[in-house]
Structure formats: C-alpha cells, structure tokens
C-alpha cells in the first residue's frame, strides 16, 4: 500500500521534502497558496530526479503522485506524516498545526522549524504529543541529517515513529537529548556565520577568501569526519588529551568574537551582498543548486564506496530496499508471473552514465544486463551467500543489438526471457526497455562453475529447480525477435 505525507508549505525546504518522499516511492500532497508554488516545487523535483537516484545502487521505487490542494484539509487527507515548513512566524505555524489537528486529529506533524522549540510550537494544542521538530538541511533529497528535537509532552513511541519515517525515507535521524534553540546544527553554523562576519566587516578577508578557506581545508574534513574526530586525528598518536593538552590554553586567547556580533544594518547587508554577486552573480540559482547537487553526489558516492559518514546512510538505505525489491521479485517468480519475461532491472539513466553523444554509453546496457541477472541469480538462491560458498554462474558469451537511445533521465527496465537452460547452463534474452521502446537486447550463456576447481558442474538441486520452473514457464514464450543472430547479420 502506498504511504502519504502532506507538505505545508512548499518553498525551498518544503519542496526539498516533497522531492524526498516523492523519490522513496509515497504520495505526496501539497498546500502552498503561493500561486507559483506548483512551479517552483517542479523546479527543485526537476533538480532531484537528476541527483537523488545518482546515490542509489539499488532500484528506485515507482515515484509517488504528487498532488496540490486549496485547502490544508484536503492535503493532509490519508496522511499518515506531516511535514509543516512555513515562515519562521510562531503565530502561523500555530494556526497551521490548528487546522492540521482539526482536519486529522491523530496526524503526526513534524516541524522544518530552524530554530523554535517543540515545546514553543506545541503551546495552545489539543494534542502537543503529536508535534515535533524534524529539522533537516539544504537541499533535503540530498542531505540525510533530520535534528529530531521532542519536548517532556512527546512520548517515546512519538519519537520512535518519526525517527522510523526518517529513515524510510534514506534520512539520518539525530535525536536531541534536551530541547535547546535552534538545535545542533544551526547553532554550530551560527557561531560560524558570527565570526565571518567580524572577519568581513572588519576587512580581514572576503566572502570568496571565507568560502575557500572552508572548502579547500577544514569543510573537506568535516564532510567526513566532523569535529571532534578531525581533532582526535590532530593530536597524532596521543590521540585527542594530546590534543587537549595542546592546544586547550588557547581557549583563552583573544581570538575570536563569537560572544559578540557585529551590528546589522545596511552597510554590512551591501558589503555582503556585493561581494556575494561578485563571487557567485555569473550564475543563476538552478545553475547553483546543480552545481551543488553534482559535488555533492560525487563526494557522497565516495564517502559510500567506502561505508563511511553519510555514505553510511545511503549504503544502508539501499540495503533495506533491495530486500524489499528481491522479497517483491521471489513472490512474482510464485504466481503466473513467471509465465512471461520477468521485470529484473528498473532504474534511471544517470549523469555518470552519458557519453559525448548526450545517450547512454555502451558499458552502461552490460552494466543494466549484468544487475537484471544477478537480481535473477539472487532470485533463485545463487545470490553472495551461495558464491561465498563456492558456486557461481559465469559470463561465457554475450551478444548485444542496440536499436535505439536511452537518455539522461529515461526510466530504463531489464526483461528477462530464459530461452535455454540446464544444470550446467542457462541462455538468457534480456530486453532493455524505455517506455514500449526496446533500445537494446541482450543475449547470454551463462556456465554454472565450482570457483575452486574452474570448472563447470551441475547447480545445487534448489537452484536448479528454481531455475527449472522459470525455464519450463518460458518454454511456451514465442523466440524472441533477434536472438541467436550473429554480428553483423542483416536484418
């Protein structure tokens, strides 16, 4: 059954919430009266639908439908999660979390708030054990942090639930032990934010100088490694009292202002602003957040490929919803299903997978070929557990057509037909579809192999009969356009 969330408010973060359960497979109903809100929302879904699946090694779930309503009644109809991301004004997010509880009096609603209390937001409620804050950062599709902050009127299995919701969601739910302003995050960021804007307004440097000190240094180490592991690593072997030890007195120096801001008015708005559109002005903001999404997904792969950080949350997220998809893909294989070629592969055409001509590169067909034959082998029980124990099936031959182009964002899916199999073999057909277009097939013998000898040998008897059943089912399937054609052999 699929899940629904309402969105109130449907700006840059609310928008980037929309992006993050429409792309994890809920619906999502949204109340914004901006008139531009549909558009704006469809520009940031625009920047998501490029960047969040680039994080993902495991198909994504059919996209959610996306709907808009006059009314916050009609919004948050069949909702199970709210997620309220209107303007920082306590007396509308009290007006909001009044309707929302009059409209669906059980709702759970969680607040976008970047710095009041659950306590400050729950005054005046009928029901304050059902609002809290889930605070996330910019863009939301991309980054996993929610701050979840509660108040002593939240119970337990309050917290629970939203912390379970974040995570269904790929989030990385922090939840904070004693309610404070503005929560983790914001409060690190804005002793940061202070200081740089002494050292502006003092002429020690510019916005561009701030920004590489951060990004070219300390932001690279944070991304990975936050604050107080950094410094464990600066205090060398003796770990983090060396470091204490070190450099603990400077806690006294006169360095920084952070206990004082600089004042606010006009003159350091224009010096910030101007050095600002001097540093960034060449480019529009769309540019920007691409930009951003881009390196952001880069690094996030990264710090994935080695199951560290945030990498962590995503390697985890996928985990969870590939045992979803093969728990889906073993009960069609029980049905009549099995009597046509089986949806193996689903995903999206992603930006690392184009070549110069702007369409899918050569590698990438094997690469969607080879993922719809291991869900097939995971399927039938030869999955990692049965390789680590020795077997596998083995690539011997492959033959591919291409007949057509799959672009950047085309939603691409694996059919798989066994045409042949054995004991010892299986010949595979697999079609690789956008829409009702078939822009390549391809072919392959598959040689089951016990790995420590190198040679061929029957597979194990539930394996093979497995594999019987879909063989058998197939066997009654018309030969499929093309298969056993030779290269080069006319059409």
């Not at 994080?55 to 779930?61: A, C, F, T």
């Not at 600089?262 to 960034?280: M, T």
């Not at 869900?375 to 057509?404: C, K, P, Q, W």
Request: aromatic share 8%; glycine share 10%; hydrophobic share 45%.
């Amino acid at each position: 059954m699929t899940r629904k969330a309402a969105i109130i408010g449907g700006g840059v973060i609310g928008g980037g919430w929309a992006a993050r359960f429409l792309l994890n497979g809920w619906d999502v109903g949204v109340f914004d009266p901006d008139p531009e809100a549909e558009r704006k929302i469809a520009a940031v879904m625009a920047n998501a639908r490029l960047a969040l699946p680039s994080l993902s090694d495991v198909p994504m779930p059919v996209e959610g439908k996306l709907t808009f309503h006059g009314t916050i009644g009609d919004a948050v109809e069949g909702a199970e999660y709210v997620q309220e991301s209107v303007s920082e004004r306590i007396e509308l997010k009290h007006k909001v979390y009044a309707q929302l509880q009059q409209a669906h009096p059980g709702v759970l609603i969680g607040s976008s708030t970047s710095g009041f209390k659950a306590s400050d937001l729950q005054k005046g409620s009928p029901a304050p054990h059902n609002i809290i804050v889930a605070h996330p950062f910019n863009p939301v599709y991309l980054l996993p942090l929610s701050e979840i902050s509660g108040s002593p009127a939240n119970p337990a299995e309050v917290v629970e639930r939203t912390v379970r919701i974040m995570k269904d969601i790929g989030m990385f739910p922090l939840v904070i032990r004693h309610e404070i302003d503005a929560f983790i995050g914001n409060r690190f960021l804005e002793a940061v934010w202070r200081e740089a804007l002494w050292m502006l307004k003092d002429g020690i440097a510019t916005t561009t100088e701030i920004d590489e000190a951060i990004r070219m240094g300390f932001g690279l180490r944070w991304g990975q490694m936050g604050l107080f592991e950094t410094y464990r690593i600066a205090g060398g072997e003796a770990g983090m009292r060396h470091f204490m030890a070190q450099f603990g007195p400077t806690l006294k120096w006169p360095w920084s202002k952070l206990m004082d801001v600089p004042e606010f008015n006009e003159e350091l708005v224009d010096l910030v602003a101007g050095q600002s559109d001097a540093q960034s002005g060449m480019y529009t903001i769309r540019e920007l957040e691409r930009i951003r999404d881009q390196n952001l997904v880069g690094f996030l792969r990264a710090l994935k490929d080695r199951n560290w950080g945030a990498g962590k949350v995503l390697k985890e997220h996928d985990e969870r919803r590939a045992e979803a998809f093969h728990a889906d893909l073993q009960a069609r294989l029980e049905t009549d299903a099995k009597a046509a070629p089986l949806l193996m592969y689903q995903g999206q055409v992603l930006p690392g997978w184009i070549d110069y001509n702007g369409h899918m590169t050569e590698s990438r067909y094997y690469f969607v070929n080879s993922e719809a034959i291991d869900n097939l082998l995971r399927t039938i029980g030869a999955g990692m557990d049965y390789v680590a124990a020795g077997h596998s099936f083995y690539s011997a031959e492959t033959h591919i057509r291409h007949l057509g182009e799959a672009k950047l964002g085309d939603q691409i899916r694996a059919e798989v037909q066994i045409l042949s199999a054995d004991q010892k073999r299986f010949q595979s057909f697999v079609r690789l579809m956008v829409g009702e277009t078939c822009v390549a097939t391809v072919e392959q013998l598959c040689l089951h192999v016990k790995m420590a000898e190198g040679k061929t040998v029957p597979a194990a008897p539930e394996v093979w009969a497995r594999l019987e059943a879909i063989a058998k089912a197939h066997a009654g399937l018309p030969l499929p356009e093309g298969a056993g054609r030779a290269v080069g052999q006319p059409r």
